[in-house]
């Protein structure tokens, strides 16, 4: 190990230049790697739900769907608009009731359930439905949805997933590097006060910076990441990476006080930082990869993203930052003053002379954290994290008050079941509580509408060689218990007259979601503090101690999710898991820091207090400098973004990273006194320590 770290000092120079070279196929792999903008995407491909999306794309030649609102135009004009949608690069099929009849019916004949799907009850809208040939977040359908609103200016409205995913990319990319700056500017205030230079701060964030790059680059491999994922992975990894840095420079600070020059000081630096470092990223590499196990595959996109950033980072930390630091000593003299320290002496003596009335509050806090994080709110409705004036939000809102429409949904069952069999079923749907429509083939065709007078390539949109395709809209919203209900009571209906037949679309898609994410996040949470349990028991060779670390950490996690409830906010689906995981992972090493040094004082003969004592002093500042790193590099984004599902998990990771910090320096001290005899038997090392 010392020969590496000696090497790292000797070749400094050429590491920088690598360093810098590296940049330039890292920008091109950021720049060629796809940002997936749908969520729903990510659910697991042999659902049905999603075996029904690859039918549609592969039966019929569609993929997306939406409904356009079209206000205060003559039919004229609506058709004139129509005939120009359908020339669209990518729009499929445009579906209005001058397409459903040819034209050959006046409106006011049609039979009133048709009337009311296609016109409001005021006569001042309209409705139209549309059909892409791709993918709802793919690139070709988003250019698509610019061009429709392009054309169609103030007077029409988009509903559809594909606005959404529109509307998300387009906030996102303009908000994402304000996300770097805010939380670069945050961290650099933290670290000019808490470090003894102002030069340093500056050469973390190139360090880091750098870092974060290749991290980015690298997904190119990949081909697609999540704009979750991508919107996020800069400021986690800031977040979780700084403290390897500031390690580093503290062991090199220290190292100086013995050796005779700088070289010397950074060699033994780097070899300390090795050991500490690459043993404190483990929770934290445990905590992203154990998202990898999630059905709902966002978790694995996420997981390897945001893992590998960790490894990238420590790889920097112990390569570019020793060989950044060596090149601009001169400076880091030059611009040094002194940093902001915690006094922990009078801290420490108040938490141990109270430790007793610490552990009682310890285990009241529970009461609360439990009941709060049961029953937190939690929101499955992706439209809900975006700001309400959003073209695709306003779209929703007038969807529901002038065609009582709150999501649109497709049937599909096979080609061969007759037309009577179909009006049935069609009726039997639409006798269920909340159904605004059902509108197929089958039931377009009457006396009023003979089978004549439809377009052929009507027929095409709506019947493929083997499956007829029925397009279905509820009053309900989408994520609600009603509407999943529902949903499944559409299912058993349409499986009484076609075994193959399934609905599929946004509303029975998220409620899939509901349930897998549920699965989901009760296996990750088992699964992320197993892994931790087991790396933190290898750690401290203790059978005890991961037990009391991780429920330390637990309590914090628990505190932090009850915040929302008692708070009355309501949280996106994928915070609880982000939080469970990355705040164990990320926090729980405030408490091995601790509990290693109370380990070691213990076993070189100190008394319980004393070790104690000694283990939250030298801990207190290197815990609050973590935390407060933690803390900035994600609460501006939380307070920043208006896309909710990232605001949210950074509002949560920040306050989360406090809650750690208190925990750990509060109650952590107080279970080390209290259970210390049990530590003693149970830890390799501390058996023959008599209390």
């Not at 016109?119 to 698509?144: Q, V």
């Not at 306050?655 to 910090?661: D, I, Q």
Request: proline share 2%; aromatic share 10%; charged share 20%.
């Amino acid at each position: 190990m010392k020969n590496f770290s000696k090497k790292i000092v000797k070749f400094r120079i050429p590491i920088l230049f690598i360093s810098l070279l590296l940049l330039i196929p890292s920008v091109f792999g950021f720049l060629n790697t796809r940002v997936n903008y749908d969520i729903l995407y990510y659910l697991p491909d042999d659902i049905e739900t999603m075996e029904g999306q690859n039918i549609l794309m592969n039966e019929f030649g569609k993929g997306a769907y939406g409904m356009l609102i079209c206000r205060g135009m003559e039919s004229s004009d609506t058709i004139t608009l129509a005939d120009k949608l359908k020339k669209i690069p990518h729009v499929a099929d445009v579906i209005c009731y001058n397409d459903l009849t040819g034209g050959k019916i006046p409106k006011e004949l049609l039979p009133k359930d048709i009337q009311k799907i296609f016109y409001s009850d005021s006569g001042e809208e309209t409705l139209m439905f549309l059909f892409f040939d791709t993918t709802s977040s793919a690139d070709e359908t988003m250019n698509a949805i610019e061009e429709i609103r392009h054309l169609t200016g103030k007077e029409c409205l988009l509903s559809s997933m594909s606005a959404i995913a529109t509307d998300t990319k387009n906030l996102v990319e303009n908000e994402m590097a304000i996300y770097t700056i805010i939380a670069v500017f945050l961290c650099l205030l933290v670290l000019f006060l808490t470090t003894d230079s102002f030069m340093i701060p500056i050469l973390f964030m190139v360090s880091i910076g750098m870092a974060i790059i290749y991290n980015l680059g690298s997904n190119f491999i990949r081909g697609e990441i999540s704009y979750i994922t991508m919107a996020l992975v800069a400021i986690l990894q800031l977040g979780v990476t700084m403290d390897y840095s500031i390690f580093l420079y503290h062991s090199y600070k220290e190292a100086q006080l013995t050796c005779t020059d700088h070289k010397e000081a950074m060699t033994n630096a780097i070899t300390a930082t090795i050991v500490s470092v690459t043993g404190s990223s483990l929770t934290t590499i445990a905590g992203f990869l154990s998202m990898c196990f999630m059905t709902f595959t966002l978790g694995l996109d996420m997981g390897i993203v945001m893992a590998k950033g960790v490894v990238i980072g420590v790889i920097c930390c112990i390569t570019l930052l020793p060989a950044l630091i060596l090149t601009f000593d001169k400076k880091i003299k030059k611009t040094s003053h002194k940093a902001l320290q915690i006094m922990p002496d009078r801290i420490t003596s108040f938490i141990i002379k109270h430790n007793r009335i610490f552990a009682l509050l310890m285990l009241l806090l529970w009461i609360p954290a439990i009941y709060g994080n049961q029953n937190v709110d939690i929101y499955y409705k992706l439209d809900e994290s975006l700001p309400s004036y959003l073209e695709s939000r306003k779209a929703n809102v007038m969807l529901e008050e002038n065609f009582d429409m709150n999501s649109v949904s497709m049937i599909l069952v096979s080609s061969d079941l007759s037309s009577k069999s179909t009006k049935e079923m069609i009726n039997h749907i639409e006798k269920l509580d909340g159904v605004s429509f059902v509108l197929g083939l089958d039931s377009v065709i009457g006396p009023t509408i003979p089978e004549a007078f439809i377009p052929e390539d009507i027929k095409d949109t709506l019947v493929s060689d083997h499956w007829k395709l029925l397009i279905f809209s509820s009053i309900y919203q989408v994520a609600t218990n009603e509407i999943n209900d529902q949903c499944e009571a559409i299912e058993r209906i349409v499986k009484q007259y076609d075994d193959n037949g399934m609905l599929i679309g946004e509303a029975a898609a998220t409620k899939d979601l509901v349930k897998i994410t549920d699965r989901d996040f009760n296996v990750i949470s088992f699964i992320s503090i197993g892994v931790i349990f087991v790396l933190i028991f290898f750690v401290l060779k203790s059978a005890i101690l991961p037990v009391i670390l991780v429920f330390v950490i637990e309590l914090a996690i628990f505190l932090n999710m009850s915040i929302a409830y008692y708070t009355g906010t309501t949280l996106p689906f994928i915070a609880s898991v982000c939080v469970g995981t990355i705040q164990l992972g990320a926090t729980v090493d405030y408490a091995i820091l601790m509990t290693t040094r109370y380990k070691k004082e213990r076993m070189d003969g100190q008394t319980k207090k004393d070790a104690v004592s000694t283990a939250l002093s030298t801990s207190i500042n290197s815990i609050f400098s973590s935390a407060l790193g933690f803390f900035a590099a994600t609460i501006g984004v939380g307070f920043y973004s208006d896309v909710d599902l990232i605001g949210s998990i950074c509002m949560l990771l920040s306050r989360g990273a406090l809650l750690s910090m208190i925990i750990v320096i509060c109650a952590l001290p107080t279970m080390l006194m209290l259970l210390d005899k049990l530590i003693c038997k149970t830890t390799l090392g501390m058996t023959h320590i008599e209390n």
